[in-house]
């Protein structure tokens, strides 16, 4: 009993010493202790939560000018960054910001870029607000922007928002859009000084994912597959009338799917004030239309034998070969727009790829149906066996009418 008093001044020591160390550590990368050159003060700083930043400041109320100084800590030469605010709302579009990096030729350049879509080259225009002493420096693997903001109509607190990025020579390149830099934004209260965290960025993105997986799921995949197992399925007696349901079944939770992915889409358009990708956009309305129509073309589908059976045959193909078309390019142009990691752009071209693939060998064997039946008929033998011979269509077009006893 008498050795468990030391043995607790030590573990008690051991624990002092170390609550020490952290806070030492932490406190030595607190924003407080930094200090700039030149004997520049700002009294109030905040340490960003991500991506090695920090912001200092100074405030005039009566002016409503904000002096800032925004720091970013362990960055190579060959990489830019960016700290804005956005007036309108919690993202990145809408950003007003102020960017940053060394050129290949050493010398710093910084200058002002309105952020109006996701795929940004960080084009230099004019801000929404007066911006003066704008500059940058780099040095010890540090890259500072200083300037003076007037924010006169952005009241007191704002939504502000930290990137960093790579180069291409002296051009900044998309960053990346996973992790830190998807959370690197939050609100600052200029008078106290505080800096809060938002989600809306990572909320945003993981709608952009969710749209984008849908529409991929169900105007890429399923549609296709569906449209496959009605055109060449329907070849053999032993597959109907199971080929049909197969195909209602891929169609219809292809369109049910496709829809929560074209909501989901209208809603990111609504939350993205001065994003167009009207080219997305626009084959995105016609692919709802055009599936809503063949929808309601099942409800008026004319019977085998009707005499305008095959003028809706026509209308069906046609809408359903356009849909698959159409879905294919606007899916790639998600991917342009989306840039996720080349992985799942390339998973994707291996399902088209396996697709088409089972396509053309499904054809090439119709194609053979057809001829062997046509040659075992004009023999006088029966039909090849187990092939169904349709509506009076042989094999869709391939072959001739199946000849009754």
């Known amino acids: 009993m008498g050795g468990g008093r030391p043995l607790t001044l030590k573990l008690t020591l051991s624990l002092s010493l170390n609550t020490c160390f952290l806070l030492s550590s932490?406190?030595?990368?607190?924003?407080?202790?930094?200090?700039?050159?030149?004997?520049?003060?700002?009294?109030?700083?905040?340490?960003?939560?991500v991506l090695n930043s920090f912001l200092?400041?100074?405030?005039?109320?009566?002016?409503?000018?904000?002096?800032?100084?925004?720091?970013?800590?362990?960055?190579?030469?060959?990489?830019?960054?960016?700290?804005?605010?956005?007036?309108?709302?919690?993202?990145?579009?809408?950003?007003?910001?102020?960017v940053a990096y060394q050129q290949t030729n050493g010398t710093m350049r910084v200058y002002t870029s309105p952020i109006t879509q996701y795929q940004t080259q960080l084009q230099e225009g004019e801000l929404s607000f007066n911006v003066s002493d704008l500059s940058a420096s780099y040095e010890n693997d540090e890259i500072i922007i200083f300037a003076t903001l007037g924010l006169s109509n952005n009241g007191t607190m704002l939504n502000q928002v930290w990137q960093e990025g790579g180069l291409n020579g002296n051009i900044p390149q998309m960053h990346v859009t996973s992790g830190a830099n998807v959370q690197s934004m939050g609100t600052l209260n200029l008078v106290s000084g505080e800096a809060g965290t938002s989600n809306g960025g990572g909320s945003k993105l993981k709608k952009r994912n969710i749209h984008g997986v849908l529409n991929t799921v169900s105007w890429g995949i399923l549609m296709p597959m569906g449209a496959i197992i009605a055109r060449y399925l329907k070849v053999f007696k032993s597959a109907d009338p199971a080929w049909f349901y197969l195909h209602v079944l891929c169609q219809f939770s292809a369109y049910v799917v496709g829809v929560a992915g074209w909501g989901t889409g209208l809603k990111l358009g609504s939350e993205s004030v001065g994003i167009q990708f009207d080219a997305h956009r626009t084959i995105g309305i016609i692919l709802f239309s055009l599936g809503t129509l063949q929808v309601f073309a099942l409800l008026v589908r004319p019977k085998p034998e009707h005499k305008y059976r095959?003028?809706?045959?026509?209308?069906?193909?046609?809408v359903g070969y356009t849909v698959i078309i159409l879905s294919v390019i606007n899916i790639f142009k998600g991917f342009?727009?989306?840039?996720?990691?080349?992985?799942?752009?390339?998973?994707?071209?291996?399902?088209?790829?396996?697709?088409?693939?089972?396509?053309?060998?499904?054809?090439?064997?119709?194609?053979?149906?057809?001829?062997?039946?046509?040659?075992?008929?004009?023999?006088?033998?029966?039909?090849?066996g187990g092939v169904n011979g349709g509506e009076g269509n042989g094999v869709y077009g391939h072959g001739v009418r199946t000849q009754q006893a």
């Open 26 to 49: 932490s406190y030595g990368q607190n924003c407080a202790k930094h200090s700039f050159p030149n004997n520049r003060v700002f009294k109030t700083c905040s340490d960003l939560p």
């Open 310 to 318: 095959l003028y809706w045959n026509i209308y069906h193909h046609l």
């Open 56 to 98: 200092h400041f100074n405030y005039d109320t009566s002016s409503s000018k904000l002096e800032i100084a925004y720091r970013h800590s362990g960055i190579g030469s060959s990489r830019w960054v960016a700290w804005a605010i956005n007036p309108t709302s919690t993202g990145m579009v809408g950003s007003q910001a102020l």
């Open 336 to 384: 342009d727009i989306l840039e996720p990691e080349k992985k799942w752009k390339h998973a994707y071209i291996g399902v088209i790829v396996a697709l088409a693939s089972s396509a053309v060998l499904l054809e090439a064997y119709t194609w053979f149906v057809a001829i062997r039946r046509k040659r075992s008929e004009s023999e006088g033998k029966l039909p090849y």
